[in-house]
């Protein structure tokens, strides 16, 4: 059966070190300091080790294979995504990521496709990055869960994700910069606490505050199977109905009414949750996604999926069907 993981990451082998160039900053850049790995440098402090299947194509086509998969929905790791810089600087970072995935898709066309990144701190810049992804054959983008912790439903947004309408162009939003991370950082929280909640953070900005009812035809999926915001839309509606007052004051339509409306991938490492959010969601609104190639993810490619005893047709829709109707609109 044709499988598409819909959310991978990828850089550059190699990246020059923005902060050089722009003269200020904690840029991301790369040290190889033993054959197959790098560290990834957040200015002058270390973020962490990535390997060889962080960046080389013709690797990663060989481990999905094992899996039994062909094609790669690639983008940007979310630090990459730089929303604190100078608008000018993270649109000319943003060109150079982007050129990279086009020139992966270019070498590698059937087995790669490319969501491009935007500076989603500067309304004007990312539309102009819009039109030239569109241009270069991208189906969609990826962005964070906030810009520089303001949520996606603040006003200077809403021409982004208008444009993105207007383009047929997909959204990926991914988590990052978790909100309360500086004060949990024991355990590995950011991560695996910080991050649902920052995707359901997102999600119920997006609802909340009206900009999936306005743009009826927008195509949003959510990473990590919507983080926390399946497991509690419960909560999310009985604090719509009983206090409109301070939750329905942009938008009047229930937040359950958009489970059918938006995607979010299969990564649950829970295949009971799995079943739960596949119910809720429905079958043709959750895809194959792993997170590859880091610990966190799906590692396996969704095998557990095909161990769950659902019907051909069902695991169609997850494993390629709804992947394409989300990027492409059909």
């Known amino acids: 059966m044709q499988k598409i993981d819909m959310h991978t990451h990828i850089l550059p082998e190699r990246l020059p070190n923005f902060a050089d160039k722009f003269g200020y900053g904690d840029f991301i850049h790369l040290v190889h300091e033993r054959e197959g790995f790098a560290n990834m440098m957040k200015g002058n402090v270390f973020f962490r080790e990535i390997a060889k299947n962080c960046w080389d194509p013709e690797v990663r086509i060989s481990e ?69 992804i569109k241009s270069l054959g991208f189906p969609g983008i990826q962005i ?121 991938d299969s990564a649950t490492h829970d295949p009971q949750l799995f079943r739960y959010i596949l119910e809720v969601m429905g079958e043709d609104k959750v895809c194959l996604g792993s997170d590859y190639p880091f610990p966190l993810g799906d590692l396996e490619i969704g095998s557990f999926i095909e161990k769950l005893g659902l019907s051909e047709e069902t695991m169609e829709k997850i494993f390629y069907k709804n992947t394409i109707a989300w990027l492409y609109g059909h």
């Not at 790791?77 to 982007?98: G, H, Q, R």
């Not at 070498?107 to 819009?130: H, R, S, V």
């Not at 997006?206 to 927008?218: A, D, Q, S, T």
Request: a negative charge.
């Open 64 to 132: 999905y294979a094992h899996f039994k998969t062909r094609v790669q929905v690639v983008c940007t790791i979310p630090v990459m995504f730089s929303y604190w810089a100078k608008p000018a600087d993270c649109l000319d970072l943003s060109m150079f990521l982007n050129d990279h995935l086009a020139g992966i898709v270019d070498d590698y066309p059937e087995n790669y496709i490319a969501l491009g990144t935007i500076p989603m701190q500067d309304t004007d810049l990312a539309i102009k990055e819009l039109e030239r």
């Open 144 to 264: 964070g869960s906030n810009v520089n912790q303001q949520n996606l439903s603040e006003s200077q947004f809403f021409p982004i994700f208008e444009a993105c309408q207007k383009l047929n162009l997909a959204v990926f939003i991914h988590p990052w910069e978790m909100m309360g991370e500086a004060d949990m950082r024991k355990y590995w929280l950011p991560w695996l606490v910080g991050m649902p909640a920052e995707t359901a953070r997102a999600a119920a900005s997006l609802i909340f505050g009206g900009v999936l009812e306005r743009l009826p035809e927008l195509r949003v999926c959510f990473a990590h199977a919507g983080g926390s915001l399946i497991p509690t839309i419960g909560r999310l509606e009985h604090g719509f109905n009983c206090r409109p007052d301070l939750v329905a004051i942009d938008n009047p339509i229930t937040p359950r009414h958009y489970l059918g409306k938006i995607w979010v």
